[in-house]
């Protein structure tokens, strides 16, 4: 019989190529151990829900309110919810055409891209177009729809951090693009240097690669690192010496840790540089309601802004979205409630910023519990994390422990975290799924974990690492940067 049409073999090949370790070889292990009874600590993605945090009252009142808009009707309705989530929930329902259940226009409801324009105002200091801001099924979906309308083929190629987030490489094979890596340096706290990014642009020339855009991560996943005002402003004069469009991943602002650089956007420096700068590169900048003190992972909900897109090319990427109707309502009103939520005075403000407070203190204990345990091991070094959501910790592998990797056929971070997952159920991601430079070793957890089980889990992953090193510790030395 012919071979048919979804047989493996006849697959389009970019498909093929994609990799996405994050839900890759460890993810599946995790499951396989998990059906068999054993107990797994999913530390593989940002999901924060998943790991116990609570969500935010507030927002969960309003949505609930809007998903069941009798209830606004039931007299007894203000003994069960607050007056200005009832409030709340009326303003967003009266911007939809039929509720939640109904579809809304493909860039997304017209009053929620004001209020994003509005905290886009707020947060930088400069007017925001809300014709401009389209609002997506995540985060995700945001970058794969503008790096589908940037990515020509084969030819074109994107510069991206490595180690980075591996949806970006996944969506460059999948669209058949180039993906041009630049190198952060770990010994600088993952900083970036122009002069890499320079020589990476000029090795891609030179194989024949029209360099098109630059993806900056900042805060930084995997890496943590947030970007000074400095450095923002040196990447933008490097895409204006270019001509590269720059596509900003801000996912992760509200996740700040420290107090030395705190979170500043790219359109903020780009409109601080003041013309030509200002006025001549492309950016687009993304934002989603899964992270921060939110974690609404699975809402879907998300943003993007562009700036100094033409009109031409703004229709073109809004007819793209049209094919998909509508994203997710429920999540367009989540967005809104993040960009706009309880202010001074009201009756739920007390509480959301308790309770908002409450999960970033406890992110940054975290966040300190986590590094100090990783620096406590045997051949294993850790910067903090700055922001985000996670740690990415160096492991200095002894070589017959690469050795024994290469015999059962893993790479060798993949071989550590495999063991690793099977002696405490910690499922991590290896830092191959992230990229990462020659001969050196990490892997990526998140910072997620109740703060109560955290010491926990730190001693058992260091309790494994310690036996693992004294294992095949040959004492002639280690695999080192």
Not at 166 to 189: K, W
Request: proline residues 7%; charged residues 20%; glycine residues 8%.
């Amino acid at each position: 019989m012919a071979p048919k049409a979804l047989d493996y073999e006849l697959l389009n090949e970019n498909v093929k190529k994609v990799q996405y370790a994050v839900r890759g070889e460890l993810y599946l292990r995790a499951s396989e151990l998990q059906k068999e009874g054993k107990r797994i600590i999913f530390t593989n993605v940002g999901n924060p829900h998943a790991l116990g945090q609570k969500p935010l009252s507030f927002p969960r009142q309003v949505v609930a309110l809007c998903q069941a808009p009798f209830l606004l009707d039931d007299p007894n309705v203000g003994l069960l919810f607050p007056a200005d989530a009832i409030a709340k929930a009326k303003h967003y329902l009266a911007m939809t055409a039929g509720g939640l259940g109904a579809y809304s226009d493909s860039r997304g409801l017209p009053g929620i891209r004001k209020e994003v324009a509005e905290f886009i105002r707020r947060r930088d200091g400069y007017p925001s177009d809300p014709e401009l801001i389209f609002l997506t099924d995540g985060a995700s979906k945001g970058v794969m729809q503008i790096l589908n309308t940037i990515i020509r083929g084969a030819g074109d190629g994107v510069l991206v951090p490595v180690p980075q987030y591996p949806l970006y490489s996944a969506t460059i094979s999948l669209l058949g693009g180039s993906l041009v890596p630049y190198f952060l340096e770990e010994t600088a706290n993952w900083g970036l240097d122009v002069n890499d990014l320079r020589q990476s642009v000029a090795e891609a020339r030179s194989k024949g690669i029209t360099v098109r855009a630059m993806v900056i991560i900042n805060p930084g996943n995997p890496t943590g690192q947030c970007l000074s005002e400095a450095n923002l402003k040196e990447i933008l004069r490097f895409c204006y010496q270019e001509n590269l469009a720059l596509l900003g991943d801000e996912v992760y602002q509200q996740n700040i840790y420290q107090d030395e650089r705190p979170f500043i956007s790219a359109r903020k420096v780009l409109m601080d540089l003041g013309p030509p700068i200002s006025k001549e590169i492309q950016l687009v900048s993304f934002h989603t309601v899964s992270k921060g003190y939110w974690g609404e992972c699975g809402q879907r909900g998300g943003y993007f802004e562009m700036t100094n897109i033409p009109p031409e090319t703004v229709d073109e990427i809004y007819k793209i979205s049209s094919i998909s109707l509508s994203p997710n309502v429920p999540a367009q009103i989540f967005m809104g409630l993040m960009v706009n939520p309880p202010k001074p005075g009201d009756i739920s403000y007390d509480q959301y910023i308790r309770e908002s407070k409450g999960i970033l203190e406890s992110l940054k204990r975290r966040a300190r519990i986590m590094t100090d345990g990783f620096n406590s091991c045997r051949n294993v070094v850790c910067n903090f994390t700055e922001g985000a959501m996670y740690s990415f910790p160096q492991i200095r592998l002894p070589p017959l422990a690469i050795e024994a990797a290469k015999k059962a056929g893993k790479v060798p971070d993949v071989f550590y975290c495999l063991k690793l997952l099977e002696a405490t159920g910690i499922s991590t991601v290896p830092g191959s799924g992230f990229g990462q430079k020659e001969g050196v070793f990490h892997l990526r957890t998140t910072i997620l974990p109740a703060e109560e089980d955290m010491p926990a889990i730190m001693s058992s992953f260091k309790k494994f690492n310690d036996e693992f090193m004294e294992q095949y510790d040959d004492y002639r030395g280690y695999s080192r940067m």
